[in-house]
């Protein structure tokens, strides 16, 4: 169940990572038919304004930090690293052993770290502090490359936007794709950046200095049931085929056949999310050729096996 959220303040908040909690789960969108939740904004002395990183803009919680006792969800905002009050650490860290999940946004996760919540477990962090993190919190294992870490009962996101995936993920997992897909799209967002995605590359997609690359990956997207070889793909893009490995790498983060790949298994989760059409055709379809095939770069990419998915997401 996801239905009490309480996001815990400390002072010197970030306004940022706060909105994007705020902006998933604080606003009242039933009247669009999703997902109503009830939602606190919880500090250690309710009333009294905590300051944010923004200068001239502080933020006043309504409610104490008794409030997180039977949340379903503790949100963690970025605040300054280290700077915490025993008793939010005390209360995040009942409130885990209650049962809550508990995200973090950015730099969030040093706080669930001091209290306790990272010991043996898989986190991120924003790229720029992953080996402070990984330092402070030994026994951690901090994948510094990721958007965000689902650990089950333990949610990590890198920076600023990471976090909207990280609680649009949550939501998907809890309350299905399609209240996911709702929220995205009254946010104006993406619904699918899974959080294995890198987090930081030389240059973004959007920002591609070659007009032949870009033009290739929008018609890459369109005929991925095709079979593509780096030549032919360097050779549509008007470079030679070493130019074009290095500068989609520049540009994207990863190899020509890694993006493609990533590329297949999201239109496959799409089709397994919203048709009842046979795994075969959708491998097919979505350029795996087999099913055997589109099961083992699903599997590796997503964690569960295709019908699995559609059992959990399908809505068709």
């Given amino acids: 169940m996801l239905s009490t959220v309480a996001v815990v303040l400390n002072d010197r908040l970030a306004m940022f990572e706060f909105g994007v909690v705020c902006e998933v789960f604080g606003l009242d969108r039933t009247a669009d038919g999703l997902p109503g939740f009830d939602f606190r904004v919880c500090g250690a002395e309710p009333g ?31 605040s300054p690293i280290g700077r915490y009050d025993d008793r939010v650490l005390e209360a995040v860290r009942d409130a885990a052993d209650a049962g809550a ?8 996760a040093f706080l669930a770290g001091a209290a306790g919540l990272l010991d043996n477990r898989k986190c991120t962090t924003h790229w720029r502090y992953v080996d402070q993190l990984a330092a402070m919190f ?45 929220i995205a799209r009254r946010m104006v967002v993406p619904p699918q950046r899974d959080g294995g995605q890198r987090q930081f590359i030389e240059q973004p997609v959007p920002e591609c200095s070659s007009a032949g690359l870009s033009t290739t ?34 540009e ?8 493609l790949t990533t590329q297949r298994v999201l239109f496959a989760k799409h089709l397994l999310e919203t048709t009842d059409i046979a795994l075969e055709r959708i491998a097919d379809e979505s350029g795996f050729g087999s099913g055997a095939l589109l099961r083992h770069h699903f599997q590796r990419q997503v964690g569960i096996a295709p019908t699995e998915y559609r059992r959990r997401f399908g809505g068709a």
Wanted: aromatic share 4%; with cysteine.
């Fill in 48 to 78: 009294k304004p905590l300051r944010s990183t923004t200068p001239g803009i502080s933020v006043t919680p309504d409610f104490g930090l008794d409030q997180l006792a039977d949340a379903d969800l503790v949100a963690i905002p970025a």
């Fill in 217 to 250: 990956l929008a018609w890459l997207t369109e005929n991925l049931a095709h079979p593509h070889t780096v030549d032919e793909l360097a050779a549509r893009s008007s470079m030679s085929t070493r130019t074009f490995a290095r500068r989609f790498a520049a």
């Fill in 138 to 182: 030994p026994e951690a294992t901090v994948d510094p490359d990721v958007l965000f870490v689902d650990e089950g009962n333990l949610i990590t996101s890198a920076g600023t936007a990471a976090g909207i995936d990280a609680c649009l993920h949550l939501v998907r997992r809890e309350i299905g794709t399609a209240a996911a897909n709702g």
């Fill in 252 to 259: 994207t983060g990863t190899t020509p056949v890694k993006w």
């Fill in 101 to 108: 999940t508990v995200l973090t946004v950015c730099s969030g």
